[in-house]
T-cell receptor, first 116, second 115 residues
Framework: AQKITQTQPGMFVQEKEAVTLDCTYD???????LFWYKQPSSGEMIFLIY??????QNATEGRYSLNFQKARKSANLVISASQLGDSAMYFC?????????????FGKGTMLLVSP | DTGVSQNPRHKITKRGQNVTFRCDPI?????LYWYRQTLGQGPEFLTY????????KSRLLSDRFSAERPKGSFSTLEIQRTEQGDSAMYLC?????????????FGQGTRLTVV
């Protein structure tokens, strides 16, 4: 079974509108961390936002917020007021206790295109 | 500190040749990771070091792959007898040792093309 599932291969949004990128995860551990990374065409993975499994509130970082629904095992990224520079691949990832929280497991990603 | 640095950024090699990539992590980070990313996929874990010790290797890391981190600083990833299936982006990341909220910082990757 996939640990991280991103069901949207591509998403289109107009500039200044909000967009939601979906992510569901699978783990039996009560303690885990969820991350969203942005990967522009240059290749570097840029950290956007983090949500811990025990966090009571949804994480927010500027225009990024995470819609965390623990019972549904979903951690959707919401980007408000999209900008042209937001066009990139977006990856959801999870860190679990195995091997001392050492590794990240990534989904297949969603390509976001922001149009003027 | 300018972040995680990877060299070269691009490498084209003929099938059967050996290649070596280098990663310089953020200086105070004791953990260093290698990931491989093929087209249309997310990064997949290959191996990681804590200081100079290689603590975990993925089953993706065949015996043609070897990684080192001498003295717990920079790391090298060598692929021997390259195959076309090795064509991918190889990403290096570093972090401090920590819990689930530990942020990993990635380099820009080395894109390998095997012809």
């Amino acid at each position: 079974a996939q640990k991280i599932t991103q069901t949207q291969p591509g998403m289109f949004v107009q500039e200044k509108e909000a967009v939601t990128l979906d992510c569901t995860y699978d783990t039996s551990d009560p303690s885990y961390g969820l991350f969203w990374y942005k990967q522009p065409s240059s290749g570097e993975m840029i950290f956007l936002i983090y949500q811990g499994s025990y966090d009571q509130q949804n994480a927010t970082e500027g225009r990024y917020s995470l819609n965390f629904q623990k019972a549904r095992k979903s951690a959707n990224l919401v980007i408000s007021a999209s900008q042209l520079g937001d066009s990139a691949m977006y990856f959801c990832a999870m860190r679990e206790p195995q091997s001392g929280y050492s590794t990240l497991t990534f989904g297949k990603g969603t390509m976001l295109l922001v149009s003027p | 500190d300018t972040g995680v640095s990877q060299n070269p950024r691009h490498k084209i090699t003929k099938r059967g040749q050996n290649v070596t990539f280098r990663c310089d992590p953020i200086s105070e980070h004791n953990r260093l990771y290698w990931y491989r990313q093929t087209l249309g996929q997310g990064p997949e874990f290959l191996t990681y070091f804590q200081n100079e010790a290689q603590l975990e290797k993925s089953r993706l890391l065949s015996d043609r792959f070897s990684a080192e981190r001498p003295k717990g600083s920079f790391s090298t990833l060598e692929i021997q007898r390259t195959e076309q299936g090795d064509s991918a982006m190889y990403l290096c990341a570093s972090s401090l040792q920590g819990g689930p909220n530990t942020e990993a910082f990635f380099g820009q990757g080395t894109r390998l093309t095997v012809v």
